[in-house]
């Protein structure tokens, strides 16, 4: 009974304490209706609005801002899409492409007033996205004659800001899930970004990654073949207006790919290096991919992670993987019968998805009631 006692006394204490301040779903669909079975550059580019590649369903939003209280999306897009390659990366857009995003980013944003983390789901690579995420060209790689330059995607950076300069609940993310390169590079065009963005008098909230698709257990560890930690140069990105914060992602999963339905990682012991590096750092970080199974097991991992983001102020938000409007029946992480998180739809068994799974029971009971509604997205 005093055991009981002291628990709920600590959970209590962390949820008075909580920093939390994003809290919501990742909404996939942007990225989608160009992966083929064998590296084919091109594939599936421009593609199709509504049939090959889609960003959200409103009334999806609508149920998770209205019913669900939350006030965070994480909305993915592909750069080729944005930057054809006829263009190159820089800052000249598909002016049809950006303005279907942007109805979506502005329908989350001005209509229901949620946050959207602008997502480029590019692996910090460029021109070729068809068997992602190793395909492509990693952006700032001089011995790459193919590869786009830091300098363009400083210019992509400076040119998406200058569209949303005025929507103060946006958020920037850098790129999703860096891998596989020189982690200095990260950093340079990390800073390269953050630099385009504030050039053109955006003040929001930025979230930049690091290497090792970005993962939360091995920040501080040496990733892909001899890819120096994260923890070594992430610390150095210089903003001038003191909103950046880590973009971190941190699946459950034996190899923290996502790709099982049962959880075998703990996140706060997995965690923990990353909250001592934030905490002498003076940095903040969002977790803005995670995911676990349709089962116990997971539930209480999922409910494990949450608590410990509740419970250290390193952390200001999180985001699980996904909701969209093209997954049906199909599982967007975690074993093929979890489904998706979209709600009213089945798993491939014709069974309830995550969205009434694990989502029920893990997520909805972590979400804040203080959540952020109003302001521009910043760290507090």
Avoid at 106 to 124: F, Q
Avoid at 145 to 169: I, Y
Avoid at 223 to 248: C, E, K, R, W, Y
Avoid at 293 to 315: K, R, V
């Amino acid at each position: 009974m005093l055991s009981a006692l002291v628990s709920s006394l600590i959970l209590l204490a962390a949820s008075a304490g909580s920093k939390i301040i994003y809290a919501g779903v990742n909404e996939s669909g942007g990225e989608f209706g160009v992966f083929a079975s064998v590296d084919t550059p091109g594939f599936g580019l421009p593609g199709r609005f509504g049939v090959d590649y889609a960003f959200i369903n409103k009334s999806t939003v609508d149920i998770f801002v209205d019913q669900e209280k939350i006030n965070f999306f994480r909305v993915t897009f592909l750069m080729e899409r944005m930057c054809p390659l006829s263009f190159g990366l820089g800052a000249r857009f598909n002016e049809t492409y950006f303005s279907e995003y942007a109805d979506a980013v502005n329908y989350i944003t001005v209509t229901k007033g949620a946050y959207a983390l602008l997502d480029p789901h590019n692996y910090m690579r460029y021109n070729d996205p068809s068997m992602q995420p190793f395909t492509g060209s990693v952006i700032g790689n001089t011995s790459d004659p193919t590869a786009a330059t830091t300098a363009q995607f400083q210019a992509f950076w400076g040119e998406l800001a200058r569209r949303f300069v005025n929507n103060p609940k946006v958020v920037f993310g850098i790129n999703n899930e860096p891998h596989d390169m020189p982690t200095d590079l990260i950093l340079k065009n990390n800073q390269a970004a953050i630099n385009g963005i504030r050039h053109v008098g955006a003040r929001q909230l930025i979230l930049a990654p690091g290497n090792g698709f970005t993962g939360g257990h091995s920040w501080t560890q040496v990733t892909g073949a001899g890819d120096q930690p994260s923890s070594d140069f992430l610390n150095m990105m210089v903003d001038p207006l003191h909103n950046t914060a880590i973009d971190v992602h941190e699946y459950l999963d034996i190899d923290f790919s996502g790709s099982h339905d049962v959880c075998a990682q703990p996140g706060p012991s997995n965690l923990a290096a990353l909250t001592t590096w934030l905490r002498d750092n003076n940095l903040k970080a969002v977790i803005s991919e995670f995911g676990g199974g349709n089962n116990q097991n997971c539930f209480q991992f999922i409910d494990d992670m949450l608590t410990y983001l509740a419970a250290n102020d390193e952390y200001i938000g999180w985001a699980i993987w996904a909701a969209g409007p093209l997954w049906g029946t199909n599982s967007p992480c975690c074993g093929p019968d979890t489904g998706s998180l979209e709600p009213g739809v089945l798993n491939d068994m014709g069974q309830p998805n995550a969205f009434t799974t694990v989502w029920a029971q893990a997520v909805r009971p972590n979400i804040p009631k203080n959540l952020k509604r109003t302001g521009v997205s910043s760290l507090s």
